[in-house]
């Protein structure tokens, strides 16, 4: 079965850092485009950044110049670097292939900014 675990979330202070991990398992994870998305509690989930097969990416406006999307085919690993955090960061943050997949949510990580 597909496996999507999610790692690395915690809380930061403002204008702190933090690495989001993704292991994949269960599917073809070097042909698949994937993303990180994100859900604060009552609200809906929403795409942060996406990243092709052969690493071509897009950030939603909200992270870009602070977030970077990075994958390893080799580790079935998805990777979310943040820098610059800011509290409306705070989320459970998930991966999932790019369009999703219903069956493919994990747990997800949550990061706690605080201000």
């Known amino acids: 079965q597909v496996q999507l675990v999610e790692s690395g979330g915690g809380l930061v202070q403002a204008g702190g850092s933090l690495r989001l991990s993704c292991a994949a398992s269960?599917?073809?994870?070097?042909?698949?485009?994937m993303a990180w998305y994100r859900q604060t509690p009552g609200k809906q989930r929403d795409l942060v950044a996406t990243?092709?097969?052969?690493?071509?990416?897009i950030y939603t406006n909200s992270v870009k110049g602070r977030f970077t999307i990075s994958r390893s085919n080799d580790k079935n690993t998805v990777y979310l670097q943040m820098n610059s955090l800011k509290p409306e960061d705070t989320a459970v943050y998930y991966c999932n292939t790019w369009p999703n997949s219903d069956d493919y949510w994990g747990q997800g990580t949550q990061v706690t900014v605080s201000s």
């Open positions: 269960g599917f073809s994870f070097r042909i698949k485009a």
């Open positions: 990243i092709t097969s052969i690493g071509a990416t």
